[in-house]
């Protein structure tokens, strides 16, 4: 008998854990049918006060724009606390509600592969007896976000005066009572991001010390206060030259700061450590633009008076503009777009394989002259273009075309201190300068252009509308093409160390057009001319200026 009870007992425990196991799949099973009905949303699920019960994702999405659709273009969050209020546009963060991620979230309430069963049976019965609010997701620039965040905890700082560093008494002062204001940037920025996400950007609060222990508060000190030294440097304002002030790096010990609160006294003071910085605000000023790194000058017709007025007007647009270090300078940016409205005046150009009138004419004589100094300045360059026809004022290989909206001359500054372009218009000169600092002693760079081929250009005779001519005229005088490879050569002590290529330029004949007489009458083409090559010993000569 009593082996059978154990059989009994034993196949009890089987029966019974067999049962609870058809119980619970009976139970998951209606569950998750319960849960996902098809390929919708579980009833009572909510995004942000936005009912999706019963939806599909799409619908959902739908839903979901039609309440904050323009949530991010339209609200702000206004941070207040000690004197200081900071109201942040979400749209000067980038924020953006990104719908399918939310609606995917709604969907995924009571689905997630990562939940076991019974967190499924969990929130299951949860949605029975109450709503489940899924978040906005929202995608922003959170360091920029931070950013103005950390602003507005610098602006209660300065007005609170909770603290103090004294460098030339090499401690750090605590105002006890103010230290309760002091803003936690980080705490801040969580309560603003749930309350985005939850759709009240209102309801965000400033997070302060003011609660927290005292090494707590000692932690938010110590944040405030930069640890590794910040060098001078320079920033560009309204295109001038601003510069910034160094920050020395400052560091103490949290639990020397957290022992001197506990004493309870109002003001409290602690030993700091100083690291300099390596580059101060007088260095910058003695160094930046210090030094000429190169320099070229063009010659233009002052009888041309709209081509002139379209240089100089040119010139003077680039004129003191300032690139910081590894940023970029556009000519068409900085020059603008060239309309009577602006300045500029009929010149020509080359359009259509023809020389015409054109507004802005003679711009590209400023443009190829800054090209020319920033090569010999070494500097990068990031788009270039050649004439279509070569030009006079400058080598064949050394112009920069330009088209507002289509062709750009923009370079690098690829040097470790804020450059300046110079540009200075004389009697019929253009000379432009870069100025910069030379931290070492570079070699120098002379420009090679190996014409590689030449092809002549064609003459064409047409009849002189003028029924009183006597003799030719030349309407349009022709251009020889050529194609032209460019080499940036480094010399040291007379000896070339480095030749880099640069580019082909290519340049298509432009046609000669000759007006003769109507009783000459017809019209003349002579044979075109094959390419001729041209082989040219290479030379380091500098090139010779135009006449």
């Known amino acids: 008998m009593k082996f059978m009870e154990k059989i009994w007992t034993k196949s009890g425990i089987i029966v019974i854990i067999a049962g609870m196991m058809v119980v ?23 995004a942000a006060g936005v009912p999706l019960s019963d939806m599909t994702q799409q619908d959902a999405v739908d839903a979901i724009k039609q309440v904050y659709g323009n949530y991010t273009s339209e609200q702000s969050i206004t941070l207040s606390g000690g004197g200081i209020t900071k109201t942040i546009p979400l749209s000067l963060v980038g924020a953006e509600v990104n719908f399918s991620a939310t609606a995917q979230n709604a969907y995924d309430i009571g689905r997630s592969r990562s939940s076991g069963w019974f967190e499924i049976v969990r929130t299951y019965v949860e949605l029975k007896f109450k709503k489940i609010e899924v978040p906005l997701e929202i995608e922003m620039d959170a360091i920029a976000f931070r950013a103005k965040i950390q602003e507005f905890a610098n602006a209660v700082d300065e007005r609170n005066k909770a603290y103090a560093v004294r460098e030339e008494e090499r401690e750090l002062w605590i105002n006890t009572e103010a230290l309760d204001g002091l803003v936690d940037v980080e705490g801040t920025y969580q309560q603003c991001l ?58 103490f010990s949290i639990d020397e700061l957290k022992n001197a609160l506990n004493s309870g006294d109002e003001s409290v003071r602690v030993g700091i450590s100083i690291k300099n910085a390596g580059v101060t605000e007088s260095d910058l000023r003695a160094h930046v633009f210090r030094d000429v790194l190169a320099e070229y000058t063009t010659n233009f017709n002052e009888g041309l008076i709209g081509r002139s007025q379209n240089v100089r007007l040119a010139a003077k647009n680039i004129n003191g503009a300032v690139i910081l270090p590894q940023k970029n300078f556009s000519f068409n940016e900085t020059v603008g777009e ?49 004439h279509n026809f070569a030009i006079a004022y400058a080598p064949l290989g050394q112009d920069a075309t330009v088209s507002y909206g289509a062709l750009d001359f923009v370079f ?30 570079g070699d120098e760079i002379r420009i090679v252009n190996n014409t590689i081929s030449t092809k002549p250009f064609i003459t064409t005779t047409k009849p002189n509308p003028n029924t009183n001519a006597t003799k030719d005229v030349v309407e349009q005088a022709g251009i020889t093409g050529s194609t032209v490879d ?34 000459s009458g017809g019209k003349t083409e002579l044979p075109p001319v094959a390419e001729t090559p041209i082989s040219e010993p290479s030379t380091d000569e500098p090139p010779a200026e135009p006449e």
Do not use: M
């Open 24 to 46: 619970c799949g009976v139970v998951f099973g209606i569950t998750v049918n319960a849960l996902g009905k098809g390929e919708i949303i579980a009833k009572n699920v909510w």
């Open 194 to 251: 749930a309350a985005i996400c939850g759709g009240e950007p209102n309801e965000a609060q400033v997070v302060t010390a003011a609660g927290a222990n005292n090494r707590a508060k000692a932690e938010l000190v110590r944040a405030r206060i930069p640890h590794e030294p910040v060098d001078a440097t320079v920033q560009v304002e309204n295109g001038e030259v601003v510069f910034l002030k160094e920050k020395n790096g400052i560091d």
């Open 338 to 386: 060239r309309t009577y409205a602006t300045g500029f005046a009929d010149g020509l150009v080359f359009s259509g394989g023809q020389v015409i009138e054109g507004v802005g004419g003679g711009i590209c004589q400023t443009s190829s002259t800054l090209y020319c100094t920033v090569l010999y300045a070494d500097l990068e360059v990031v788009e270039r273009h050649n």
């Open 412 to 441: 690098k500054n690829n040097t470790e201190f804020p450059i300046k372009v110079v540009a200075e218009t004389g009697r019929g000169t253009l000379r432009i300068k870069i100025l910069g600092t030379v931290t070492e002693q």
């Open 486 to 519: 460019s080499y940036k050569v480094y010399k040291r002590d007379g000896a070339e160390v480095k030749r880099v290529f640069l580019h082909r330029s290519v340049y298509v004949p432009l046609e000669k057009i000759v007006l003769t007489p109507q009783k």
